[in-house]
């Protein structure tokens, strides 16, 4: 069996894996979010064990994306496919733990949330999710004109979480005794605006695997 053929089965099981892992995550965001939408406990608690099946898997990734670099030694076109891929995981993971955030927030409500007042956080998690599988299939097919398109669209969730925090601010003087409730609704908008960054950091390194280059800095 040549060295090539080992390395390129190698290689088939970590995209394997990596695509995995964002159905993975992606799951999670929309559970998280549904837990939200309908203050179900159950569903949030599902939410958080599930998290620790995204950390493992994002080990057994990481050991395999080290083992080819230190059995295989790749260069080039090779080694940025590998050095990306570690990379990625890494945000994938961080959007994970964003999930089991949210959902551990909505463990903390006492009564449905008032979605009402802040209107704007579902069609922030709908941005945040969209681009979290767009980023993620920009990543898997090397496209980086899809990966632009979903940096561009950080803007909008960037712009959301702006109305969202003048939303509170409002619902901070008009609902004075649901205070701890509106404070963690910006929490989880924060939090997904952080998911929309991860995704931004997604594009950012599917940019670098195909041409060497981040931020237009030539690196490999």
């Not at 998280?32 to 309908?38: D, K």
């Not at 956080?121 to 990543?139: C, D, G, S, T, W």
Request: hydrophobic share 45%; charged share 30%; net charge negative.
């Amino acid at each position: 069996m040549s060295p090539r053929f080992v390395y390129e089965n190698e290689l088939s099981q970590l995209h394997q894996e990596l695509e995995d892992m964002g159905r993975m995550i992606e799951t999670s965001i929309e559970q998280a979010l549904s837990a939200l939408e309908n203050l179900d406990y159950s569903l949030a608690k599902s939410v958080v064990a599930g998290d620790r099946a995204i950390d493992d898997i994002e080990k057994v990734i990481e050991a395999r994306c080290l083992s080819l670099i230190l059995k295989q030694q790749p260069v080039a076109k090779d080694l940025r496919e590998v050095s990306t891929a570690l990379k990625v995981v890494t945000d994938m993971e961080r959007i994970g733990d964003h999930a089991s955030d949210i959902a551990e927030l909505v463990l903390r409500f006492k009564k449905k949330p008032d979605l009402k007042t802040v209107w704007h956080i579902p069609q922030m998690a709908e941005e945040a999710k969209i681009m979290v599988r767009n980023a993620l299939q920009a990543f898997v097919t090397l496209n980086v004109e899809a990966a632009n398109l979903v940096m561009k669209q950080d803007d909008v969730v960037d712009g959301l979480f702006d109305e969202v925090k003048k939303q509170v601010a409002t619902a901070f003087k008009e609902h004075a005794e649901d205070t701890d409730e509106y404070i963690d609704l910006l929490m989880i908008a924060k939090y997904l605006e952080r998911v929309g960054d991860h995704a931004v950091n997604i594009c950012e390194w599917t940019e670098f695997c195909k041409t060497g280059e981040l931020n237009k800095i030539k690196l490999i």
